[in-house]
């Protein structure tokens, strides 16, 4: 837990935090620790609380940021595979094709007026 008393006296030790059965102890200017500090109090939390909750929000982050490049990835070699086994449509039959859906959006509309 990281404490007030545990912040540390020097102009850049922020002290240790436990998390669990884990201490992570790291610098930090004296002037963002207090201000960090008095923006966690201003919210009725102490800094360990918000520092932990921080540091699960970017491994949350990182964990999407990693699963959605490899769906990404897996679609783009769907596609690739598509391609090359032929499987493609021309750019005008995609254009065409969007025409007509196009014009009978617009056929629907005017009806309804």
Same mark, same amino acid.
């Given at each position: 837990?990281?404490?007030s008393?545990?912040?540390g006296?020097?102009?850049s030790?922020?002290?240790?935090?436990?998390?669990?059965?884990?201490?992570f102890?790291?610098q930090v =200017? %004296? /002037?963002?620790k207090? &201000?960090?500090s008095?923006?966690?109090?201003?919210?009725d939390?102490?800094s360990a $609380?918000?520092l #932990?909750?921080f540091?699960?929000?970017?491994?949350?982050?990182?964990? =999407? %940021? /990693?699963?959605?490049e &490899?769906w990404?990835?897996?679609?783009?070699q769907?596609g690739?595979?598509?391609? $090359?086994?032929? #499987?493609?449509?021309?750019?005008?039959?995609v254009?065409?094709?969007?025409?007509?859906?196009?014009a009978?959006?617009?056929?629907?509309?005017?009806?309804?007026?």
């Amino acid at each position: 837990m990281l404490a007030s008393n545990d912040l540390g006296d020097g102009p850049s030790s922020l002290g240790t935090t436990t998390l669990g059965e884990a201490t992570f102890t790291f610098q930090v =200017d %004296e /002037t963002l620790k207090n &201000a960090f500090s008095q923006a966690a109090q201003d919210r009725d939390r102490n800094s360990a $609380q918000l520092l #932990r909750e921080f540091m699960q929000a970017y491994v949350q982050q990182q964990r =999407d %940021e /990693t699963e959605h490049e &490899a769906w990404f990835r897996r679609q783009v070699q769907i596609g690739l595979d598509s391609a $090359q086994s032929g #499987r493609v449509i021309s750019a005008e039959d995609v254009e065409a094709r969007f025409a007509a859906k196009r014009a009978a959006t617009q056929r629907r509309l005017d009806a309804a007026k």
